[in-house]
């Protein structure tokens, strides 16, 4: 299992509830967290054969952007 970590603009409960079910129709993710605490709005995935680009691709489309902390 990989784990990757992203900076987004996921500000809010509501955001969340916009990218759910993006993150969780993704056969790939296994896990997904965000930290909204974290100025930086920390995305946290887990899963297998996950990709920065993946992940960019499936937020972008629910409206969001990701960049991966590395």
């Given at each position: 299992m990989n784990t990757l970590k992203f900076k987004t603009n996921i500000k809010c409960n509501n955001c969340i509830t916009t990218v759910t079910p993006y993150l969780n129709d993704n056969e790939k993710i296994k896990e997904w967290k965000v930290d909204l605490k974290n100025p930086e709005r920390i995305l946290?995935?887990?899963?297998?054969?996950?990709?920065?680009?993946l992940v960019k691709s499936i937020l972008s489309k629910a409206g969001y952007k990701a960049e991966e902390i590395i």
């Open positions: 946290t995935i887990t899963g297998e054969e996950i990709t920065a680009e």
